[in-house]
Nanobody, 114 residues
Framework: QVQLVESGGGLVQAGGSLRLSCVAS????????MGWYRQAPGKQRELVAR???????NYADSAKGRFTISRDNAKNTVNLQMNNLKPEDTAVYYC????????WGEGTLVTVSS
């Protein structure tokens, strides 16, 4: 059983910052990627950022220059620092880890007011 526990979502004004955190626990074999996805109302889930075991990162174009992903392999944690938030960043953010399959958190809501 693998559990992903997310924290850090909330309401923030445009231009503000939030930091999302995710801790993975349970019977986890080697984790390849850890990442964050988001799903806005009426839209498909999309990648925000992901990071490999050796620290290689991928960002959505909308996140580049504003968001920073980091991970602690020893603690099975992944964080997403989000700066200069915009109303279009409003979504449910999901933590994801990829081993030989994908695991997902339950999601944390981020609301950015204009």
């Amino acid at each position: 059983q693998v559990q992903l526990v997310e924290s850090g979502g909330g309401l923030v004004q445009a231009g503000g910052s939030l930091r999302l955190s995710c801790v993975a626990s349970g019977s986890i074999n080697s984790i390849n990627f850890m990442g964050w996805y988001r799903q806005a109302p009426g839209k498909q889930r999309e990648l925000v950022a992901r990071i490999s075991t050796i620290g290689t990162t991928n960002y959505a174009d909308s996140a580049k220059g504003r968001f920073t992903i980091s991970r602690d392999n020893a603690k099975n944690t992944v964080n997403l620092q989000m700066n200069n938030l915009k109303p279009e960043d409003t979504a449910v953010y999901y933590c994801n880890i990829r081993t030989n399959r994908d695991y997902w958190g339950e999601g944390t809501l981020v609301t950015v007011s204009s």
